[in-house]
């Protein structure tokens, strides 16, 4: 489960950020996952839950933003919508294009205490 890596990740970053900024822990985080990001949302969950104990994430809230996978063909120029990013181009057929999002996996904002 690559998630438990990406939530010690995170723990890292906030830690890295109230130490820096001379705060004492986390109040609340944003996330931001893309569809096509790999991430199993409910593992994410899961290894978050067990992972912030007695850190700087304890108590703080957690968003959690979800971005739809984008795409635009390389043929005929269309965007269009993916979930996977072997979607083909629903106007003309075409495997090739351009990924426009959806593959995010950022922390987006920290609020510190």
């Known amino acids: 489960m690559h998630e438990l890596s990406v939530v ?5 970053i906030a830690a890295e950020m109230v130490q820096t900024h001379h705060a004492t822990s986390v109040d ?7 569809e096509l990001a790999g991430i199993d949302v409910s593992a994410l969950e899961f290894a978050w839950d067990v992972s912030i104990q007695d850190t700087v994430l304890e108590h703080a809230e957690r968003k959690i933003d979800h971005k739809n996978g984008r795409a635009r063909c390389l043929v005929c120029n269309q965007e269009f919508d993916i979930v996977q990013y072997f979607d083909k181009c629903p106007n003309c057929g075409s495997f090739k294009k351009d990924i426009l999002g959806g593959n995010e996996l950022k922390v987006k ?5």
């Open 109 to 113: 904002r920290i609020t510190l205490t």
């Open 8 to 12: 010690e990740s995170i723990i890292d």
């Open 28 to 34: 609340s985080i944003e996330l931001e996952v893309g």
